[in-house]
T-cell receptor, first 112, second 111 residues
Framework: EAGVVQSPRYKIIEKKQPVAFWCNPI?????LYWYLQNLGQGPELLIR????????DSQLPKDRFSAERLKGVDSTLKIQPAELGDSAVYLC??????????FGPGTRLTVL | QKEVEQDPGPLSVPEGAIVSLNCTYS??????FMWYRQYSRKGPELLMY????GNKEDGRFTAQVDKSSKYISLFIRDSQPSDSATYLC???????????FGTGTLLAVQP
């Protein structure tokens, strides 16, 4: 069974440029999460979806970050414009309801 | 004060040693306790999952939860070089049901 798929795995951009990350969750998982992981830190939740609905986006910096999950399956996280401090790993996870979360490999973003 | 505290290490042990990893927490509403293992440049993978207090064993791994002390532990017996990774404790419960992670402990098992 395929796990959570994320792309790209690595992205290098200059500050003020836009960037987008894509996530395909485990088949059948209705809940999808985007996390931010800084170096030497644990993942921190950015946004949680239940099907198409964003049920917790309290930690998403809405001035520059946006996310969507239009058909309740794949999701895209966007940053526009990117800042130096956005350099981090962006992790996607999925679960069946509130059960165990399975993580993808992450997208490592470097903003120059 | 962070909700979950974890010693970042690094922790270096010889092959075959018993490893003890620990986390403390402040939120008494937490009821689900997990340990994730994260290899370099990979996503976290679930290692152990415990509900409420008690012990759980899976092969060389034992997870302990002491809710009265707000303290959880992961023990690794007969540690192997392949156990070298960052170990993240995580917990959830209460109104938000959000998964809260510790900072992770970097473990190196020397052959």
């Amino acid at each position: 069974e395929a796990g959570v798929v994320q792309s790209p795995r690595y992205k290098i951009i200059e500050k003020k440029q836009p960037v987008a990350f894509w996530c395909n969750p485990i088949s059948g998982h209705n809940t999808l999460y985007w996390y931010l992981q800084n170096l030497g830190q644990g993942p921190e939740l950015l946004i949680r979806y239940e099907n198409e609905e964003a049920v917790d986006d309290s930690q998403l910096p809405k001035d520059r970050f946006s996310a969507e999950r239009l058909k309740g399956v794949d999701s895209t996280l966007k940053i526009q414009p990117a800042e130096l401090g956005d350099s981090a790993v962006y992790l996607c996870a999925s679960s069946l309801g509130d059960s165990i979360q399975f993580f993808g490999p992450g997208t490592r973003l470097t903003v120059l | 004060q962070k909700e979950v505290e974890q010693d970042p290490g690094p922790l270096s042990v010889p092959e075959g040693a018993i490893v003890s990893l620990n986390c403390t927490y402040s939120n008494s509403a937490f009821q689900y306790f997990m340990w994730y293992r994260q290899y370099s440049r990979k996503g976290p993978e679930l290692l152990m999952y415990t509900y409420s207090s008690g012990n759980k064993e899976d092969g060389r791994f034992t997870a302990q939860v002491d809710k009265s002390s707000k303290y959880i532990s992961l023990f690794i017996r007969d540690s192997q070089p392949s156990d070298s990774a960052t170990y993240l404790c995580a917990m959830m419960g209460g109104a938000t049901n959000k998964l809260i992670f510790g900072t992770g402990t970097l473990l190196a098992v020397q052959p």
